[in-house]
T-cell receptor, first 113, second 110 residues
Framework: DTAVSQTPKYLVTQMGNDKSIKCEQN?????MYWYKQDSKKFLKIMFSYNNKELIINETVPNRFSPKSPDKAHLNLHINSLELGDSAVYFC????????????FGEGSRLTVL | KQEVTQIPAALSVPEGENLVLNCSFT??????LQWFRQDPGKGLTSLLL?????REQTSGRLNASLDKSSGRSTLYIAASQPGDSATYLC?????????FGTGTSLTVIP
């Protein structure tokens, strides 16, 4: 039973389109995160939610909008996609904000053409 | 702000060798230090988690140590195997988030 699952695994889309990535965790954790991994494999935090409350909102274009309907789900919606948005987006969760073991999803590879 | 560095960026060893991967962090006020493995095109798999009060953790051929005062953690891999080839990342938990190193790409040559 997958602990952190995200869908879809692959997205290929045209510039200017809107896309969403969904994430769910069944670990009962309070905190969920979105990370972006670029071509150099560096992981950059984008957002974190703790019990549905936005805690971390790094310098991310406002075309990116996270939404947490409940503490087990954290979705990422991206408007007006640009070439530079191409990356792998990872969802993760931990028991508490910034503390404990961090669990990752398999990643969603976004390619913008 | 916490900064995490991993050296070397890439490492190639023959099968059977013991090896050490390094992770340095600038702020010693961490809650824990976690090591991950990432295979190409895959997500991050947790290998070992060391709490700030601990000095080391072991799992099979892996041993991770933590020295908060010097801002260092090491991941020791014994008797390396080709299946150990992957990118290894460390993450320091401090403040309200996890700070990642840039990773070490390990290749074990058969």
């Amino acid at each position: 039973d997958t602990a952190v699952s995200q869908t879809p695994k692959y997205l290929v889309t045209q510039m200017g389109n809107d896309k969403s990535i969904k994430c769910e965790q069944n670990l009962g954790h309070d905190t969920m995160y979105w990370y972006k991994q670029d071509s150099k494999k560096f992981l950059k935090i984008m957002f974190s939610y703790n019990n549905k409350e936005l805690i971390i909102n790094e310098t991310v274009p406002n075309r990116f909008s996270p939404k947490s309907p409940d503490k087990a789900h954290l979705n990422l919606h991206i408007n007006s996609l640009e070439l530079g948005d191409s990356a792998v987006y990872f969802c993760a969760s931990s028991q508490r904000q910034g503390i404990g073991e961090l669990f990752f999803g398999e990643g969603s590879r976004l390619t913008v053409l | 702000k916490q900064e995490v560095t991993q050296i070397p960026a890439a490492l190639s060893v023959p099968e059977g060798e013991n090896l050490v991967l390094n992770c340095s962090f600038t702020d010693s006020a961490i809650y824990n230090l976690q090591w991950f493995r990432q295979d190409p095109g895959k997500g991050l798999t947790s290998l070992l988690l060391i709490q700030s009060s601990q000095r080391e953790q072991t799992s099979g051929r892996l041993n991770a140590s933590l020295d908060k005062s010097s801002g260092r953690s090491t991941l020791y891999i014994a008797a390396s195997q080709p299946g150990d080839s992957a990118t290894y990342l460390c993450a320091a938990s401090s403040g309200n988030q996890f700070y990642f190193g840039t990773g070490t790409s390990l290749t074990v040559i058969p």
